[in-house]
Structure formats: structure tokens, C-alpha cells
């Protein structure tokens, strides 16, 4: 299967003035641009992070498994801790985090060569560019899928966008929203916190009170939730017209 059938979101990237590159390795597949191809770079740093992940999974592999939060860990990772206390914040097990620690840790060691980049990974995206990025919303059969974008300006930025879906994709989601895309002040918390809503929003009639409850969080800049032809929307996020 090609990238465009794995992902069709990714058709509709096209960063200006950047350079864009795929790595894979393993479950970890990520679309970069940077100013500059960094693709050694890049595998360096996901294989490093992996090797992180692997082995504390395999001493202790309930960290894999568990959908509860997962116990402090002092002696961990930076990654594993990371994971842990984004998690633990929504109440859902570490691996929620998985794929936006991975964005945000490679993202933050790849500003080393270059002072723009933006880092895909499933879905979960950490950016940091020197102008304003527009992220379009991917909501599977959705008539609102890709008609909608969230405008991220530099000031915000470095930030963590990421979207969890029961309709989309391989992630695991308890409930039945098309997309719940957060941007949060890191890729992990948005990863976690997208998992734990969308986990939640089990009907439409729930929506709201879902919506609200994450509205006290205040390492959370906003979000979106898609459910068929209905759309939620709170915080501080600027919203555009995709055509």
C-alpha cells in the first residue's frame, strides 16, 4: 500500500517553502519538512526513541497493554515519563501518547539542524514554523472531512496538534466521534487528551458535556470534534474554510 492510500491526509500536504520526507521504521511512520532534508537525521532520532520504548516495554510490559494510567516512573526515559504524566492527566493508559511523544521528541531534536519543522505521525503533528501553518481536519466520511482547517500562527508555536478517531485509522477509540483533534501546548498532552475525549463521546447527546469537561485544562489551547455533520468547537483556536 503507497503512502497517499495509507494516509490520504497527507495528499493534502503542502508546506511552503520546505522540504518533505518520509521515514519508516517499524509501526513509526512520519512525514517531515525542514528547511533542508534531514531524513538521517530523523531515522537517528526515531531510533533512538524506539529503543527507549522497547526496552522499558520489556521490562515491563504492562506499559504496553494497560488502558488505566500508568504508575511515576523517576528512573524513566524522558520519553516513558513524558508519557506517563500526559496520560495520567486524562486518565487513559501511556500508550495514548505513543504517537504524539514520538512527533514531539524527534520535532524538538530536529530544531538542532533547522529552524522550521513540522512532524507528522499518524495524525499527530509537532510544528514550528516562522508563518502560519493551516491544519486541515481529516474526518473520515464526514461531509465536513478536509473542508475545515486550524490556523496555528508562529507566536503559538512550538505546539502539538493531534486527532483521534473511532472511524479512522488503526488507534484504538472507545466512542463513535469521526475527529477529535486537539492543540495543546505539547504533542502528548493533544495525543492524550484527543484519545481521552474521544473515548468519551460515546453518542451525540454527549457531546456537550464531553466538550466541557475538557475546558478546566489549562495546558490545552482548544479543539474540534466531528461527528458525522456535526461539529464542536471550544478554546482559543482560529478556524478557516478549506476549499
Request: proline share 4%; aromatic share 6%.
Amino acid at each position: 500500500m503507497s503512502d497517499s492510500e495509507e494516509h490520504p491526509y497527507r495528499k493534502r500536504v503542502h508546506p511552503r517553502d520546505l522540504i518533505s520526507f518520509r521515514v519508516l521504521i517499524k509501526e513509526t511512520d512520519l512525514l517531515v519538512s525542514s528547511s533542508r532534508d534531514l531524513t538521517q537525521q530523523t531515522k537517528e532520532r526515531v531510533y533512538h526513541y524506539r529503543r527507549q520504548l522497547e526496552d522499558y516495554i520489556r521490562s515491563k510490559s504492562d506499559f504496553l497493554s494497560t488502558l488505566l494510567p500508568f504508575p511515576e516512573d523517576p528512573f524513566a526515559p524522558e520519553i516513558i515519563r513524558e508519557m506517563i504524566s500526559a496520560t495520567r492527566m486524562f486518565g487513559v493508559g501511556p500508550m495514548a501518547a505513543v504517537a504524539g511523544a514520538i512527533a514531539q521528541f524527534v520535532g524538538s531534536d530536529l530544531l538542532k539542524h533547522t529552524e522550521e519543522v513540522i512532524v507528522e505521525n499518524g495524525g499527530d503533528i509537532f510544528v514550528k514554523t516562522k508563518r502560519p501553518v493551516t491544519v486541515s481536519i481529516f474526518a473520515g466520511s464526514s461531509r465536513l472531512s478536509d473542508k475545515l482547517g486550524l490556523i496555528i500562527h508562529p507566536e503559538e508555536m512550538p505546539t502539538g496538534i493531534c486527532t483521534s478517531s473511532a472511524t479512522v485509522g488503526h488507534s484504538l477509540s472507545l466512542g463513535t466521534a469521526d475527529a477529535v483533534c486537539i492543540v495543546a501546548q505539547s504533542a502528548s498532552i493533544a495525543d492524550a487528551a484527543a484519545t481521552a475525549l474521544g473515548n468519551r463521546i460515546t453518542k451525540r447527546s454527549k457531546l456537550k458535556s464531553v466538550v466541557e469537561s475538557m475546558r478546566g485544562f489549562k495546558d490545552i489551547n482548544g479543539g474540534v470534534v466531528v461527528i458525522g455533520k456535526t461539529m464542536a468547537t471550544w478554546g482559543e483556536i482560529e478556524l478557516t474554510k478549506i476549499h
